[in-house]
């Protein structure tokens, strides 16, 4: 069984920064692609970041150059989603994911508001 654990969240001012770390543990080896999304009030789940095995990131277009995502040591299976000049519409639900054995396994998310 893999356990994805999300922590970081919370409430911040438009224009501040946040770190969400994500952290996969249980039955889970190797070296896996991690994704965070998020879910804002009233809409879909959609992408914010990834990173493959071998360090390649993908992001959001609306986080493309203020978002993050990165990890100090792939094996452990963490990682961290840095954010910087957050707006309102920033705030939504992150959950991290690991994508192991063919599927993703979801942690139970982190809430993030943005307001003044």
């Known amino acids: 069984q893999v356990h994805v654990v999300e922590s970081g969240g919370g409430l911040v001012q438009p224009g501040g920064s946040l770190t969400l770390t994500c952290k996969a543990s249980?039955?889970?080896?190797?070296?896996?692609?991690m994704a965070w999304h998020r879910q804002p009030p009233g809409n879909q789940r959609e992408l914010v970041a990834g990173i493959s095995p071998c360090g390649t990131t993908k992001y959001g277009d609306s986080v493309k150059g203020r978002f993050t995502i990165s990890r100090d040591n792939p094996r452990d299976n963490k990682v961290l989603l840095r954010m910087n000049n957050l707006e309102p519409s920033d705030t939504a639900v992150y959950y991290c994911?690991?994508?192991?054995?063919?599927?993703?396994?979801w942690g139970q998310g982190t809430q993030v508001i943005v307001s003044a």
């Open positions: 994911s690991i994508f192991y054995w063919g599927r993703s396994h």
């Open positions: 249980g039955s889970v080896s190797g070296i896996n692609p």
